[in-house]
């Protein structure tokens, strides 16, 4: 069974651009979560789809944003870049069932860095 | 609110020897806790899970974790190190949303551990 796939795995970008991330999930599972990864802050969650619907959001502002196709797979886009945006962006995939013990299985990430 | 607090940033050991990874959690619920192994530039990958069923559990590549609730602790711990287990290591509890539903990954900062020859 293929893994949880993130692309573009490395991407520079400029201050006030836009980008989008993409996750493919691994086959079956219907809910992605989306993760920021900085050396100061640590892992933060960014927010979760099911089903094509925002399930949980984290505490990002409004610039952070995302969105899930009927194949589960999901993007995630950030507009007008800042410099503290620079991270590991991380995505996770799962069945989506509301056990406790559902199993995330993360991608390798995309490392983004914003000049 | 859930919350982890991993009481190490750094931990060092020599080969052969023990290790044990500390974290304290705060839930005001029966918790779901995880760890969670990340090597340099790799992703994430679960190590082991608590599930209830049992207080110490077994997880991969030798490692295990104890529950204790006395102590709202989950430490991780291996008999004996390997080189390859140099990596980043994460405390995880399971976010309650209001209502009780479960919520997201819940990180603790990290601990490093390395591992001398």
Redesign the interface.
Same mark, same amino acid.
């Given at each position: 069974k293929a893994g949880v796939t993130q692309t573009p795995r490395y991407l520079i970008k400029t201050r006030g651009q836009q980008v989008t991330l993409s996750c493919s999930p691994i086959s079956g599972h219907r809910s992605v979560s989306w993760y920021q990864q900085t050396p100061g802050q640590g892992l933060q969650f960014l927010f979760e789809y099911f089903s094509e619907t925002q399930r949980n959001k984290g505490n990002f502002p409004g610039r952070f944003s995302g969105r899930q196709f009927s194949n589960s797979r999901s993007e995630m886009n950030v507009s007008t870049l800042e410099l503290g945006d620079s991270a590991l962006y991380l995505c996770a995939s799962s069945r989506g069932d509301r056990s406790s013990y559902n199993e995330q299985f993360f991608g390798p990430g995309t490392r983004l860095t914003v000049l | 609110a859930q919350s982890v607090t991993q009481l190490d940033s750094h931990v060092s050991v020599s080969e052969g020897t023990p290790v044990l990874l500390r974290c304290n959690y705060s839930s005001s619920y029966s918790p /779901?806790l995880f760890w969670?192994v990340q090597h340099p530039? !790799? @992703? &994430?990958? &679960?190590l082991l !899970?608590y599930?209830s069923a049992a207080t110490l559990v077994k997880g991969i590549n030798g490692f295990e974790a104890e529950f204790k609730k006395s102590e709202t602790s989950f430490h991780l711990t291996k008999p004996s190190a390997h080189m390859s287990d140099a990596a980043e290591y994460?405390c995880v509890v399971?976010g309650l949303?209001y209502g009780g /539903?479960? @919520?997201? &990954?819940?990180? @603790? !900062? @990290?601990t490093k551990l390395s591992v001398k020859p």
């Open positions: - | /779901s969670y530039n !790799k @992703g &994430l990958q &679960l !899970k599930t994460f399971r949303n /539903s479960q @919520g997201n &990954l819940i990180f @603790g !900062k @990290g």
